[in-house]
Nanobody, 121 residues
Framework: QVMLVESGGGLVQAGNSLRLSCTFYGRTFGSYAMAWFRRALGKEREFVASISWSGENTYYNDSVKGRFTISRDNEKNTVALDMNNLKPEDTAVYYC??????????????WGQGTQVTVSS
């Protein structure tokens, strides 16, 4: 049984940066691939980024590649999303997800409740 809690969302102006954090409450965090998703108003949930068990393999949606960085700290049981050069179209509720089966994220077995990111123009 796992619980995920996101934090760090807020209101920022376009061009600014924000760091999201997801805390994993459970055992063997290092055996879960992690990912960030987002859902914008009126849109379907969208994959943002993922990171493997070791943290050495990362994947990004093309829309955020070069601007966002996903990382994890397996000693603190956290995964972060560093968002730079934010754009209004990044406005969404951001969710973290955990995959307890695959080394590279494939499916979300557990999901957080989300944190709102609003980017003003």
């Amino acid at each position: 049984q796992v619980m995920l809690v996101e934090s760090g969302g807020g209101l920022v102006q376009a061009g600014n940066s924000l760091r999201l954090s997801c805390t994993f409450y459970g055992r063997t965090f290092g055996s879960y691939a992690m990912a960030w998703f987002r859902r914008a108003l009126g849109k379907e949930r969208e994959f943002v980024a993922s990171i493997s068990w070791s943290g050495e393999n990362t994947y990004y949606n093309d829309s955020v590649k070069g601007r966002f960085t996903i990382s994890r700290d397996n000693e603190k049981n956290t995964v972060a999303l560093d968002m730079n050069n934010l754009k209004p179209e990044d406005t969404a509720v951001y969710y973290c997800a955990a995959d307890g089966i695959h080394q590279v994220f494939s499916r979300g077995d557990y999901w957080g409740q989300g944190t709102q990111v609003t980017v003003s123009s």
